[in-house]
């Protein structure tokens, strides 16, 4: 009788902690694809501590997946690939987009979450200045390269994308944090995401 109890005990309780872990789990940003991300505030941000990921944008309608040099080298719309077109990096790295992908805003980004303008970017780095190095490291700076224009890979240090709608090309380098402007629009970079306010 006892240990009949105490099997309906441990049932429950088991049971109390699977469902919190679900609640736990879909109350992380989740994008259109279904990857979901884990988060890191930093300063009064929140940003997700991993590059984005999806193939498909908040709409249903997929970003196309191009492989092809030559086709990625021609204004084709929102386009993204994996690091070298392995999809192997997907996990570690998150994948590679074009300017025009960059452009769809929290249309690509999971709900709530937005590609940061310069001046939410300028707050990070302003606040990094300041911080320990540990809250810099829970950034979670991947550096493994990027999509050149004309579709070939470098190994130089990866770059996210800033939304811009002036229609300039403005991205963020990650081993200096330095923004520049008037790259092409057909470079492949990374995307962080930021919670809207």
Known sequence: MKS??????FSLLGLILLISCEKEKKSLPMDADGNTYDTVVIGRQVWL???LKTTKNNYGFS??????????????GAACCWYN????????YGALYNWYAAKLNSAICPIGYHVPEKEEWL???????????EVG?????????????????????ASWWIYSSDGKA?????????????????SGYYIRCLKDR
């Open 49 to 51: 501590s991993e590059n």
């Open 63 to 76: 970003i196309s997946l191009v492989t092809d040099n030559a086709a990625w080298s021609t204004p084709i």
């Open 137 to 157: 490291q829970s950034f979670n700076i991947n550096q493994v390269g990027f999509r050149v224009w004309n579709g070939s890979f470098t190994n130089y240090t």
């Open 123 to 133: 707050t990070l780095i302003d606040f990094l200045k300041e911080a320990p190095e």
């Open 4 to 9: 009949t109890s105490k099997i309906k005990i």
């Open 85 to 92: 077109n392995d999809i192997n990096y997907k996990d570690t």
């Open 170 to 186: 403005y991205h963020i380098n990650s081993a200096s944090f330095k923004i520049s402007d008037g790259m092409p629009k057909e």
